[in-house]
């Protein structure tokens, strides 16, 4: 078991939904955490509050991963406030749902750059720092869409089905090194995202799930907990969180 007291993580899109989870969860665990958000100033800044009011330690860090520069700066930012980074969580992620007939390529480029482009983003600003760390840690939040298709979802599909192949490339780069990189596929979450299903399309869709609900935030965060703390010897896997939905 890793020590996490005193480590340093950045969580992209940490502002909301699961990503915010994640860092009270690593900041519960003593990780000092670096939550990155675009656009939800307001709700980053109380996740910091409630991560301060538990006597964590956390920064909110305005950018925009899906552009280099902007993720070279957080990366920045985050040492130059606490001199080292363990672990990255990329977990920046939007939804632009439309069948191929109606996607435009505006749809289509804007998923990709924010889901995918932003892995390449981040992972190549914080990678010579995260490989001095004893433990590093890169944990990529994929999803269930990425494994097994999505109706109306061929941008958010393809851009998770590229952070699994990322994933296990990266992670046979990196193992002489010690550095693990893991995927967590969640199912279908009560988040924000999931909220906006119609009521009738959400009961089908739960009636599918051989665990008869929907997942919880707080249970992917414990999945990333996991990963850093226990997942010495795991890489290169896709952790998969979804009520058996699929396997």
């Known amino acids: 078991m890793v020590e996490l007291k005193g480590k340093v993580a950045i ?7 699961i ?33 301060h009011e538990c006597g964590g330690e956390a920064i909110a860090v305005q950018a925009d991963v899906s552009v280099l520069e902007e993720a070279k700066k957080l990366v920045e ?11 990255l969580v990329n977990n ?8 191929f007939k ?32 004893e433990a590093g ?3 990529n939040i994929s999803s269930i869409i990425g494994q097994a298709g999505g109706f109306g979802q061929t941008n958010y599909a393809a851009a998770k089905a590229g952070m699994i192949g990322f994933t296990k490339s990266l992670a046979l780069e990196l ?18 995202m999931l909220a906006e299903v119609p009521e009738q399309i959400k009961e089908q869709i739960k009636a599918k799930i051989p665990m008869r609900r929907f ?33």
């Open 175 to 192: 193992a002489k090194t010690g550095v693990t990189v893991n995927a967590i596929c969640p199912g279908f979450i009560e988040t924000d």
């Open 92 to 99: 920046a992620g939007i939804t632009r749902d439309r069948t």
């Open 102 to 133: 109606k996607l435009s390529e505006e749809d289509w480029h804007k998923v990709i750059d924010i889901n995918l482009n932003s892995v390449y983003n981040m992972t190549a600003a914080a990678l010579p720092h995260i490989m001095q760390s």
């Open 19 to 51: 990503g915010a989870t994640i860092a009270k969860q690593l900041a519960e665990n003593g990780v000092k955490v670096v939550i990155n958000y675009n656009r939800s100033s307001e709700a980053a800044k109380k996740v910091v509050q409630s991560i």
């Open 11 to 17: 969580v992209t899109g940490g502002g909301k939904g």
């Open 215 to 247: 997942g919880h935030a707080d249970e992917i965060a414990r999945g990333v907990l996991f990963l850093c703390r226990d997942g010495e010897y795991m890489t290169g896997q896709q952790l998969n969180m979804n009520g058996g939905l699929y396997m």
């Open 137 to 139: 840690r890169i944990i």
């Open 77 to 87: 930012i985050a040492m130059e406030k606490y001199e080292k980074l363990d672990i």
